[in-house]
């Protein structure tokens, strides 16, 4: 059961050894509108599956009786479920032989929830790991059979550390699976009182406010690229920020205090933020400074930019 980018590594892992698994089916989020166009997307998952022709299961509800029955046909040994996006019900999870087990992109019960990587970078954390766990019906509760940590660079963005993770997790998943057929599985409760929630992003985390610190502006740059994508505005326009660097500029914070090829410095409290790279609406990635030099109404050093509309 698996329905991001994330999962698509321990997918093919499974799917190459094929002396040792048989995937019997894939259980996946169904087809969603995306893009200007609002045409039926595949999930990363599905994408991969269809081109090895699995069997492909897509219900709006996995609690429901059809999805129950279906997973009951297939008698499954082992369920492996890998960011899917529904809480899975008992009446599932008590189905396979052997177990059903959970791949969780953080140190449990650190950052329980559907953007574990996310809040791992906006909250500036030195380090965040993989999570291998028996499933419950409770959010991402389940005791934990094996865990690895991992270190953060200070300069790594989502897109690259949820890459690094995912690899990590194919050796783990297959150490823990291991432990498991020679009856050696550990089986350790999560301490529920250190637990911490890692939501799903909405729009309002998306927005740079200036009045915050300059590392907390950058975290959020890096932690949220390469998607959904912090926004700023800039000459009247909300803009993607793509690229930008962490400076010690002191100024008012939302002050524009350099404009140059290298990008536009905004301050912000505790340090500056040099944008480098951005997206306008409906147009192509550029340099900031190339934004600059077409923005309408101009803009200026000195120019104090504002946190919302």
């Not at 690229?243 to 301050?267: C, D, F, S, Y």
């Not at 505790?270 to 923005?295: C, D, H, K, N, T």
């Amino acid at each position: 059961m698996a329905t991001s980018e994330f999962s698509v590594a321990p997918y093919k892992s499974f799917a190459q050894d094929k002396d040792k698994y048989s995937i019997e089916a894939v259980i996946t989020q169904p087809d969603r509108p995306a893009g200007r166009g609002l045409n039926l997307k595949f999930s990363p998952i599905k994408q991969v599956a269809v081109q090895e022709n699995r069997l492909i299961f897509q219900p709006e509800k996995i609690r429901s009786t059809e999805s129950i029955e279906f997973v009951k046909k297939i008698e499954p040994d082992l369920i492996i479920v890998v960011a899917y996006g529904q809480i899975i019900p008992n009446a599932i999870l008590n189905i396979p032989k052997i177990a059903c087990l959970n791949i969780h992109a953080s140190l449990l019960p650190e950052f329980r929830g559907p953007a574990p990587i996310h809040y791992a970078i906006l909250q500036g954390k030195k380090e965040t790991g993989i999570s291998i766990i028996y499933m419950n019906d409770q959010l991402d509760a389940g005791d934990i059979l094996i865990a690895e940590k991992c270190p953060i660079d200070s300069q790594e963005t989502f897109g690259a550390l949820q890459n690094r993770l995912s690899l990590l997790s194919v050796n783990l998943i297959h150490q823990a699976i291991d432990l498991l057929l020679q009856g050696r599985a550990p089986r350790r409760r999560q301490d529920h009182s250190k637990m911490s929630y890692a939501p799903m992003l909405g729009k309002a985390e998306l927005s740079i406010d200036w009045n915050q610190t300059a590392l907390d502006i950058f975290n959020k740059i890096r932690g949220l690229y390469p998607w959904p994508v912090a926004r700023c505005w800039l000459s009247s326009q909300e803009v993607k920020v793509i690229q930008a660097r962490l400076q010690n500029t002191t100024e008012n914070p939302g002050t524009i205090t350099h404009i140059g090829k290298e990008g536009i410095e905004v301050a912000a409290v505790q340090g500056s933020i040099l944008l480098q790279q951005i997206q306008p609406a409906s147009r192509r990635v550029m340099a900031a400074y190339e934004y600059f030099l077409g923005a309408r109404p101009p803009m200026k050093e000195g120019d104090i930019l504002d946190s919302k509309r």
